[in-house]
T-cell receptor, first 112, second 114 residues
């Protein structure tokens, strides 16, 4: 079934560690996005991509980085995690017409 | 860029009553307005959307209205049920063209009182 997958779902990690949050979609979408969301709160766009080798920063400044080497894969990396990075990270994708956004289940990150 | 304001932040209604959530947007070029529902611990999911060439759209108990002149749009839920309890987000974007993501409102916590 076509969907968008995120791993891990939950992650607790120590300060200073490097982490990568995985996002893969089997929907054939070119455009992918990362949003940061505190539980029940607003969604902030932190990164997006038009397609392979394209990455752009979103509206909310983030210390994370992203890459897009394959169409279906859009990982997000934090080189040195800090408690301020504790949040939920949602990956999404849209088709070429930029209409409905499909979200992954999210990764809930806690940095201790 | 686009700015979306959403009100109220919390809405409590009796089961069976109607609920209305309102949003305004700033960019007159925006032409696509979706509404997402996010249940506790789950991902946001599209429940209804409207394009700028339409003034109203209905899907069973849910309807969305759009006033392009005033740059505001609203979600209407009739005959509310306990399963309608969730956070609802409105959004706006320019469809087609570039990939810049949806601009979301801050969300409305809808609570259905039994």
């Amino acid at each position: 079934e076509a969907d968008i997958y995120q791993t891990p779902r939950y992650l607790v990690i120590g300060t200073g560690k490097k982490i990568t949050l995985e996002c893969s979609q089997t929907m054939g979408h070119d455009k992918m996005y990362w949003y940061q969301q505190d539980p029940g709160m607003e969604l902030h766009l932190i990164h997006y991509s038009y397609g392979v080798n394209s990455t752009e920063k979103g509206d909310l400044s983030s210390e994370s980085t992203v890459s897009r080497i394959r169409t279906e894969h859009f990982p997000l990396t934090l080189e040195s995690a800090r408690p301020s990075h504790t949040s939920q990270y949602l990956c999404a994708s849209t088709d070429h017409m930029n209409t409905e956004a499909f979200f992954g289940q999210g990764t809930r990150l806690t940095v201790v | 860029g686009e700015n979306v304001e959403q009100h109220p932040s919390t809405l409590s209604v009796q089961e069976g009553d109607s609920a209305v959530i309102k949003c305004t947007y700033s960019d007159s070029a925006s032409n696509y307005f979706p509404w997402y529902k996010q249940e506790l611990g789950k991902r946001p999911q599209l429940i209804i959307d409207i394009r700028s060439n339409v003034g109203e759209k209905k899907d069973q108990r849910i309807a969305v209205t759009l006033n392009k002149t005033a740059k505001h749009f609203s979600l209407h839920i009739t005959e509310t049920q306990p399963e309608d309890s969730a956070v609802y987000f409105c959004a706006a974007r320019i469809s087609g063209g570039g990939a810049d993501g949806l601009t979301f409102g801050k969300g409305t916590h809808l609570i259905i009182q039994p």
